[in-house]
């Protein structure tokens, strides 16, 4: 597997009005302690049911005997805000020393840890770095992070440098979906955030950055198509291969997420996700493009409601979908 993006818990401090799920937002007393134990008396298992293995073929990369490279694969670990108390204590740090320990003899795994940027400190940075932190992705630089805005962001930008800079966190060279990108030697640093053309443009037609008419997707974007989404997350083994993961341990075949999983970590391993569909190699844009149209119209997707046709796709109705799209990428080769 070359990606896997898992959110630890849905506890955030921010309620932001373009977040792509309003599950993130802060929660108090009983209803934090709810969601907290949720992803605490799972992380575990999820972890356990990972593949025993986190690295990936590069097809366009090959070695002297002309064989795609083996490369290592990535964790993002987010949220939400994975920094915020006690999500930290008691998901973020126990889940990174699992993987760790999970992966040390196996080939690696590079860990990146997802953050806004505001709650990092020089503790919590050492605490994450001695847990084996490769990256720290810094998510939060754009002016929908109230008091973000413009210049405002300028000193916390410049404070994370310098936090970065004594303890040798280099910036990043390369930048996502660069292909390539996570080849360097960490630990690095990355800043991003949204902004009309990329992060709340044609993505996340859904959560609270829908509810208030932020996102300017079509169905013609077609998400299905794209790194986040579901280009490639078939291709198990090779680069591309990507899958997102909720605290409880349900797992999508993409960021923008179907209405329903296709399996659950806690109850089922990785093979049932990696080995159902053997043969099953490069799932293209051209065929991701079937499936999507189709869906359209066997669903009865409402066009102009909910502009992604997974997001109205029951279960079963998925999984045929998918099981044909896994046809077809055979078909072709
Ligand atoms: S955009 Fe990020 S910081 Fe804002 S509510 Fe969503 S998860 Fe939290």
């Not at 919590?124 to 962001?153: C, F, N, P, Q, T």
């Not at 409601?305 to 990428?329: D, E, H, Q, W």
Request: proline share 5%.
């Amino acid at each position: 597997m070359e990606s896997i993006y898992y959110v630890l818990s849905w506890a955030c401090h921010r309620k932001c009005k373009h977040c792509y799920d309003d599950r993130f937002r802060p929660y108090v007393r009983d209803a934090l302690e709810s969601v907290v134990v949720e992803g605490e008396q799972a992380y575990a298992r999820i972890i356990a049911n990972l593949p025993e293995r986190m690295t990936y073929r590069d097809l366009d990369a090959r070695n002297a005997q002309g064989e795609p490279e083996e490369k290592i694969g990535r964790i993002v670990l987010s949220g939400g805000d994975v920094l915020v108390d006690p999500v930290r204590t008691r998901i973020l740090y126990p889940a990174m020393e699992a993987i760790t320990r999970k992966y040390r003899d196996q080939g690696g795994v590079r860990i990146i840890v997802q953050t806004t940027g505001d709650l990092v400190t020089p503790e919590i940075l050492d605490d994450l770095l001695a847990r084996g932190m490769w990256m720290i992705s810094i998510s939060g630089m754009d002016d929908y992070h109230v008091g973000l805005e413009g210049d405002k962001k300028l000193p916390l930008v410049a404070h994370l440098k310098d936090l970065f800079a004594r303890r040798g966190i280099r910036k990043s060279g390369y930048h996502a979906p660069v292909m390539g990108w996570a080849d360097e030697e960490g630990p690095v640093y990355d800043m991003f955030g949204a902004n009309g053309e990329e992060w709340i443009g044609a993505l996340w037609p859904r959560g609270r950055s829908w509810l208030n008419g932020l996102s300017k997707a079509t169905f013609s974007d077609n998400f299905c198509n794209g790194w986040s989404g579901g280009l490639h997350f078939l291709d198990h083994g090779h680069a591309g291969s990507e899958v997102s993961i909720e605290p409880n341990g349900d797992v999508y075949p993409c960021c923008l997420k179907s209405a329903s999983p296709l399996g659950n970590l806690q109850q089922e391993a990785w093979w049932i996700f990696s080995i159902a569909l053997p043969g099953i190699r490069r799932s293209r844009p051209s065929i991701w493009a079937i499936p999507n149209a189709w869906a359209y119209h066997l669903v009865g997707i409402p066009k102009h409601s909910m502009k992604n046709p997974c997001a109205k796709t029951r279960r079963g109705k998925f999984r045929a979908i998918y099981v044909l799209a896994a046809m077809l990428s055979i078909a072709r080769f």
